[in-house]
């Protein structure tokens, strides 16, 4: 139902809902939505969270994943994300666009837009994909006061850890990080870019009973597993950050070469998702019932034959 109607709005803020699921005892599954048409799309398909992704927000803005977005602008994509989904989304908060006060501006902006949870890293700016070479990670410890800034400022907010220290120090430091984290108030961890089933089986021996979020994005360092292998390695929590952005930009390349070598979308409309699919995805008709001043709109059946 349209996100208009009072009575289909949530009734317990985001961060609560997101903690009810990370509770279960089955992994929390969340794909990359970065806008609102993708959040319809992922809730229709029966996903119960959804995950904002720095480097899908900034890619839709046409910007490098480098930390140069801001907290306005990241705000923005939460209000859709969540208006239109109605579920409780994972935010990607990057290095918490600065100190203590920052961290804290950031909680209150993004929980206020609607996020029900939000992950910060140990990374300093500027910050890269966690994937890529020569990361420049913060003082463990002024981390933990980001950490601990974030856990003040929050009413529900879930706050994950981020640490990107396995690529530079290896498991052992990677665990040390999140132990000090965890003792600062983050409610999760998030061990990023480990790179084989040993290593993520070995970061959940060293943390027992921390709820744990593992990362699978394409074209990375970490190997294809599915949501079922992850949890079966320990792990309560499972992304994929940017598969769907991926898959429209291809769409959208195709569309645009042909444009420009046919003159025309014929030969790739039967790629495209119809007027009634679209419609009925946003609840088209559903606004429409909500204002009796509108008249019902009739949809064009298929596209018309030239003479």
Known sequence: MPYLVAADLPAEPAGIRFRSLLDRPRILRMPGTHNGIAALQARRAGFEALYLSGAAMSSSMGLPDLGVITIDEVCFFIR??????????????????????????????????????????????????????????????????????AAKARRNLAIIAR?????????????????????????????????????????????PGVKLLANMTEFGRTPFFTAGEFEAMGYRMVIWPVSALRAANKAQERVFAA?????????????????????????????????????????????????
């Open 80 to 149: 859709q994300v969540a208006r239109a989904s109605g579920l409780p989304v994972l935010v990607d908060g990057d290095t918490g666009y600065g100190e203590a006060l920052n961290v804290m501006h950031m909680v209150r902006s993004f929980e206020e837009a609607g996020a029900g949870a939000v992950h910060i890293e140990d990374q300093i700016l500027p910050k890269k994909c966690g994937h890529l070479n020569n990361k420049k990670l913060a003082d463990a410890h002024d981390m933990a006061a980001k950490v601990a800034a």
């Open 163 to 207: 640490t990107d220290a396995a690529a530079s120090e290896g498991i052992d430091g990677a665990v040390a990080r999140a132990r000090l984290y965890l003792q600062a108030g983050a409610d999760a961890i998030f061990p990023e870019a480990l790179t084989n089933a040993d290593m993520f089986r070995a970061f959940a021996k060293a943390m």
């Open 259 to 307: 444009l420009q070598k046919d003159g025309g979308t014929q030969k790739v409309v039967d790629q495209m998702q119809t007027r009634q699919e679209l419609y009925d995805t946003i609840g088209y008709h559903q606004y429409e019932a909500l204002d009796a001043s509108i008249v019902k709109t009739v949809v064009p059946q298929g596209m018309p034959q030239r003479d």
